[in-house]
């Protein structure tokens, strides 16, 4: 089955520092989507990179930036130059090509230090 | 591009009333979602509409709960008889086909049942 896993429940960094989210997931398929969300406290989830399987390089989007390692089956999200405004909780999510199901995991809650 | 919106923000609501939510999605995406997250879980997927056509429910989403596109534009989630149990943050998201197509969310409903 499916999955995906998030094994940091909180995570701190100090503002204008770096950090890894880390994500790894699960499946026999050789095509699939994987992306990264954050939820501020507001509530909405807001999209911020996708990675596909066959992709050779990492995906980027500005400060967010995408640590695709397949033999590994990870795909950790790296913040770089962290800003108050990061401090949310961040998804991972998964969906297999030629199906419609987004499998989420149980996200990490960063939190940006002045 | 006016983004997924969601309605009623919050509802609060006694046990056994049955409840609607509403979900008005991006106008030009044939993909629509329904998901539910209780606190400090990520996004459980509960239906899928490929335009007005129901494709798949979760097994999540007992005979209680029905949900509806009819013409393929808005969707509404109907719980019949709630229970303390369905109290969680419901979230409607739409999408284009493709894999790398990611989801767009609402801002969801927030259902308490007392």
């Known amino acids: 089955a499916q999955k995906i896993t998030q094994t940091q429940p909180g995570m701190f960094v100090q503002e204008k520092e770096a950090v890894t989210l880390d994500c790894t997931y699960d499946?026999?398929?050789?095509?699939?989507?994987l992306f990264w969300y954050k939820q501020p406290s507001s509530g909405e989830m807001i999209f911020l990179i996708y990675?596909?399987?066959?992709?050779?390089q990492n995906a980027t989007e500005g400060r967010y930036s995408l640590n695709f390692q397949k033999a590994r089956k990870s795909a950790n999200l790296v913040i770089s130059a962290s800003q108050l405004g990061d401090s949310a909780m961040y998804f991972c999510a998964m969906r297999l090509s030629g199906t419609y199901k987004y499998i989420f995991g149980t996200g990490t809650r960063l939190k940006v230090l002045a | 591009d006016t983004g997924v919106s969601q309605n009623p923000r919050h509802k609060i609501t006694k046990r056994g009333q049955n409840v609607t939510f509403r979900c008005d999605p991006i106008?030009?995406?044939?993909?629509l979602y329904w998901y539910r997250q209780t606190l400090g879980q990520g996004p459980e997927f509960l239906t899928y509409f490929q335009n007005e056509a129901q494709l798949e429910k979760s097994r999540l989403l007992s005979d209680r709960f029905s949900a509806e596109r009819p013409k393929g534009s808005f969707s509404t989630l109907e719980i019949q008889r709630t229970e303390q149990g369905d109290s969680a943050m419901y979230l409607c998201a739409s999408s284009l086909s493709g894999t790398g197509s990611p989801l767009h969310f609402g801002n969801g409903t927030r259902l308490t049942v007392t």
């Open positions: 499946t026999s398929d050789q095509s699939y989507g």
């Open positions: 990675q596909g399987s066959y992709d050779e």
């Open positions: 106008s030009e995406h044939n993909r």
